[in-house]
């Protein structure tokens, strides 16, 4: 069974800062991966996506995320954070063949001013 | 901008008692699926359909927890009886092909 591992349990960063959001999948093959992100209160929403291709994917609000298959990670970045990027983040994997997403613990963001 | 509503939003109610939740999923979707996330579990599968049959329910508490999805534009999770352990968000998404699209969730708590 695929697992998936946010080794970052509450990250906090000052705006306009770098963030870098890790995430490490164990998994026989070339997972899809996937990357939410839960504001207080709210659903999960959608923030980028890999299949296949180019290992450097692009996202909403500014996010973009690297998949190494060497390292078996899925790291998600963002050059300059606003404090509107508080939030909780899950990275999800699942099989090619198989519609079940497994999602990491999550990584909470906090972001001062 | 197409996206999952489910209803309600809150629900408080006391153990032992029926719980219904109702999820619209996006129109065209195929796949519908039920998570419950817990600070404990975090996100948890329950169940997910694909053209309205259910495929994997294992992840439900079989004896008091039931999903259905009577027609294409309604899918349901029913709890009953419920119990303080069943409070939890629950979350409904839906999907077509690689990605699913979560609704705001149903905040439920059992007292």
């Known amino acids: 069974a695929q697992s998936v591992t946010q080794p970052d349990i509450h990250i906090t960063v000052s705006e306009g800062a770098s963030l870098e959001l890790r995430c490490n999948y164990s998994y026989g093959a070339t997972p899809y991966l996937f990357w939410y992100v839960q504001s207080p209160g709210q659903g999960l929403q959608l923030l980028l996506k890999?299949?296949?291709?180019?290992?450097l994917v692009q996202g909403i609000k500014g996010f973009e995320a690297e998949f190494k298959r060497s390292q078996s990670s899925f790291n998600l970045r963002k050059p300059s954070v606003h404090w509107s990027d508080a939030a909780e983040y899950f990275c999800?994997?699942?099989?090619?063949?198989?519609?079940?997403?497994?999602f990491g613990a999550g990584t909470t963001v906090t972001v001062r001013a | 901008d197409a996206r999952v509503t489910q209803t309600p939003r809150d629900k408080v109610t006391e153990m032992g008692q029926e719980v219904t939740m109702r999820c619209q999923p996006i129109l065209g979707h195929n796949t519908v699926f039920w998570y419950r996330q817990t600070m404990m579990q975090g996100l948890e599968l329950l169940a997910y359909?694909?053209?309205?049959?259910?495929?994997?329910d294992s992840g439900m508490p079989k004896d008091r927890f039931s999903a259905e999805m009577p027609d294409a534009t309604l899918a349901t999770l029913k709890i009953q009886p419920s119990e303080p352990r069943d409070s939890a968000v629950y979350f409904c998404?839906?999907?077509?092909?690689?990605?699913?699209?979560f609704g705001p969730g149903t905040r439920l708590l059992v007292l």
């Open positions: 998404a839906s999907g077509f092909g690689e990605t699913q699209y």
């Open positions: 890999y299949f296949s291709g180019d290992t």
């Open positions: 359909f694909r053209n309205r049959a259910p495929l994997d």
């Open positions: 999800a994997v699942r099989r090619s063949n198989d519609y079940k997403l497994s």
